[in-house]
């Protein structure tokens, strides 16, 4: 009875490292590197780094929309990681707030007088996307996923570590950890994003 549950569970696993997880590995020692080579202590809003961090989500989002099969998984996939983006940016903040002769600080939404405004329109962009889900019944295309493709371990694994990771590094104000985990999490979406459309061809 385990064996036979074992080897169920087993068939929707693969343990295969993914040839794409080198990109996030390759690019997380190569910015840890660039940090410690140059002692930069400090990562700034808008940085370099912050906004090469946006390159693989951009290449993810138009790989979702431009894959034929199975749509509304897809469409709803790139919509959230538009909406990665938009946080990336703080909503916009980042390019229209900033601080007079303050190159590196922007004011907060609040400090405007209908700045709670950027917030509102979040979430009613994450309603229409949840709508856009629910009216096109996505989970059916999610079960017919998962179904075709197997779970890549090792892909989901470095995700949830790089999670971790950066969740712990922001709340620590370590902006170095923070921004260089970060660009490593988007890759591993990117990695994703192709691993899953490439299968499913």
Known sequence: MFGLLKNKILQYLDFNFQKTDSIAIFLLILSISYIKIFNITE??????????ALIPLIISIIICFRFKKHKVFFNVLALFLILMILRELSYGRVI?????NQPNEFYSWSHYKYGYLAHVGVGIYIFIIALYGILNKIWLDTKKIIKKIKFP??????????TILQIYFEKTHNTCGEETVELALYCIILSLCITYTKKLK
């Not at 229209?96 to 007079?100: A, D, L, N, V, Y």
């Not at 371990?153 to 790089?162: E, V």
């Open 153 to 162: 371990i090792w892909t989901f694994s470095l995700g949830f570590i790089f």
């Open 96 to 100: 229209f707030c900033q601080i007079p």
């Open 43 to 52: 990562i700034y809003e808008n940085s370099l780094l912050e906004n090469i």
